[in-house]
């Protein structure tokens, strides 16, 4: 199954979701249809393929990046607590601290930004239609 089918699957699934009243589910439902004929997914389809191989991978590398990032992200959920602590003790230093990892962080370019989401929206996708194909078997 190409990314194509997945991307559309979803947006079907989630039309119902969407709009409460028929009219505009088969509204949404036929601009779906005209964009797929258009080839407007086509780009999309090319940047997932990419992410879908990356995921079929057995490089330990790449199986280890993605859970490392969601580590990250913990860590900075959980850090928010201490820092909490910190700005009633002293607010001085965590607002410093707030103000370094601003900067630290608005240094990485937007364009990375972008990357980086795309590429996590499509681990996201591929790795839920890898999940669906080996429930789908059982």
């Known amino acids: 199954m190409n990314p194509f089918s997945i991307i559309a699957g979803l947006a079907s699934s989630l039309i119902p979701k969407i709009f409460s009243n028929k009219d505009d ?13 258009a080839g407007e997914f086509k780009e999309l389809e090319v940047q997932l393929s990419a992410i879908v191989a ?3 991978s057995n490089d330990k590398w790449t199986s280890r990046a993605r859970p490392g990032f ?9 850090i928010s607590f201490p820092m909490g602590i910190l700005h009633a003790v002293n607010p001085e230093i ?6 370094g990892m601003k900067e630290w962080l608005s240094a990485i370019p937007e364009y990375l930004w972008s990357v980086f989401g795309i590429g996590f929206t499509g681990y996201v996708a591929a790795r839920s239609f890898d999940k669906s194909k080996i429930l789908n078997k059982k």
Do not use: D, G, N, P
């Open 94 to 99: 965590s607002a410093s601290i707030a103000v």
């Open 70 to 78: 969601l580590y990250v992200m913990y860590f900075m959920i959980l």
């Open 54 to 56: 990356e995921a079929k």
């Open 25 to 37: 589910q088969e509204k949404a439902k036929i601009e779906l249809f005209k964009m797929q004929q």
